[in-house]
């Protein structure tokens, strides 16, 4: 072990020299070239230096002996080391946007937490989307901290959990049909469910590419539901006409198509991404001057989580003031849910120009490639959809006669179900009366019973 020394003679000078004596396991006095030292401090060095004490006189003495004092106290003392855990980083819930798939938190979540971590998002930061999809990017788990992994399992167990409960709630309500088990498999493609416990590398990849497949998907879907969600309000309208007099119908049909040109009736709608409807964005969201439009700066100011990049939701943010000249929640010739349907069009007109790696996002280089284009200065008014029918008359009566042959299986139902209860309650009258029968006999049986008449006694 290293000494550590106090010269008597200069223990004055500062501060320092003491203090130093608290954090090492010796000391070694000095008295005029006479040296005692110990390692560490015993008894005998104590008498030894208190003997040279009385040899060198008082005065020498009281600074000897405050020197030990000083030693004595500056002794380190072991501190007990504390058994508790060390804490964690308590981290956030997720605030991304949500992506409409069934198994959306989870996936938001595992994604949040792998970019808490500093190295994995760095990786994830160059990556480009061919490496993503073909799993490099997914072996980077295995440099993840470990505070991340474990949560990272407590997340799969959850997402298994709810999975689990899912299944058996399909399984009660199909229990007296055949079960569809390719459709309850595709529940698990996202993870790897023959490991309910630890999210390995296969979790990640599985995740990743379940994704990318279903979200490319997913907008499709999302016309489909719209198309349908048209097609049986005009169903529903048809059907209300048949119920009114010839009369009421005229008022009605003429209503209808004021309501229609109404709707029709708006300002120029820009061209999404095109100049003037970023400027128009700068000038009435931002209170800029179009005159001092810099796509740079207009990119930086909508990036909302400063990532670099425009993701969808940030890009349809930039929709609203073009999406209000069209629709007013207030009118009502306006429908909200069709606005909804005009947003994801503007969408995908911008991510098919402008996202040229197909990877889902807008990038600032792509971004700035986009404003350099010919057709950055389209001024051509963008076609609304009220312009563009959704659906044909062909489309709508193969929808009216799916919705015939759902009323009829499911009067079929009630049939069946009404005769199951009849029948139920058929079964249970005769219950009743066999009940009913059973206490009758048992009454005749105990009048039959004679009487014994006790003895008589002299």
């Not at 008295?31 to 040279?52: L, W």
């Amino acid at each position: 072990m290293e000494s550590c020394s106090f010269n008597l003679e200069n223990y004055c000078k500062g501060p320092s020299c003491l203090h130093s004596l608290q954090f090492s396991c010796g000391f070694t006095i000095s008295i005029k070239n006479e040296i005692v030292e110990t390692n560490p401090p015993s008894i005998e060095s104590y008498v030894s230096v208190f003997q040279m004490v009385m040899g060198k006189g008082l005065a020498s003495g009281g600074l000897v002996l405050l020197g030990l004092w000083l030693c004595v106290h500056s002794v380190p003392i072991s501190v007990e080391k504390s058994t508790g855990k060390p804490e964690v980083e308590e981290l956030e819930p997720p605030r991304s946007t949500d992506t409409g798939l069934h198994y959306d938190r989870y996936l938001r979540e595992v994604i949040e937490y792998l970019e808490k971590d500093p190295h994995f998002r760095e990786k994830l930061k160059n990556a480009d989307m061919d490496d993503i999809k073909q799993g490099k990017l997914s072996k980077e788990l295995n440099f993840v901290q470990h505070n991340f992994r474990s949560k990272l399992d407590e997340l799969k167990r959850e997402e298994i959990n709810r999975l689990r409960m899912l299944i058996k709630a399909k399984h009660d309500t199909e229990e007296h049909n055949a079960m569809d088990h390719q459709t309850l498999l595709k529940q698990f493609e996202h993870l790897n469910h023959m490991n309910p416990h630890t999210f390995e590398v296969d979790d990640l990849d599985r995740l990743i590419q379940s994704a990318t497949k279903d979200l490319e998907n997913f907008d499709k879907e999302r016309h489909d539901e719209f198309k349908k969600y048209e097609m049986l309000k005009e169903h529903e309208r048809r059907e209300r006409l048949k119920g009114m007099s010839e009369e009421d119908r005229k008022k009605a049909e003429q209503h209808y198509e004021e309501m229609k040109k109404k709707h029709a009736n708006h300002p120029k709608v820009n061209h999404p991404g095109s100049e003037d409807q970023l400027k128009e964005v700068w000038q009435e969201t931002d209170g800029l001057d179009p005159q001092d439009f810099d796509p740079k700066t207009f990119f930086k100011m909508h990036d909302s989580n400063g990532d670099g990049f425009f993701d969808e939701s940030e890009l349809e943010a930039l929709f609203t003031k073009e999406l209000e000249k069209v629709y007013n929640p207030d009118n009502e010739e306006d429908d909200m849910v069709e606005m909804e349907e005009e947003r994801l069009r503007m969408k995908e007109h911008v991510m098919n120009e402008v996202d040229t790696n197909k990877d889902r996002l807008v990038s600032f280089s792509e971004f700035m490639a986009a404003t350099k284009k010919e057709d950055f200065d389209e001024k051509d008014e963008w076609e609304t959809l009220d312009q563009n029918p959704i659906y044909t008359e062909e489309e709508l009566r193969d929808y009216e006669q799916h919705l015939a042959n759902e009323e009829s299986d499911i009067s079929k139902k009630s049939v069946e179900l009404q005769k199951q209860r009849e029948e139920l309650e058929r079964q249970q009258e005769e219950l009743n009366n066999q009940k009913l029968g059973l206490k009758q006999v048992k009454k005749i049986k105990r009048l039959k019973v004679p009487v014994k008449n006790p003895r008589r006694t002299c």
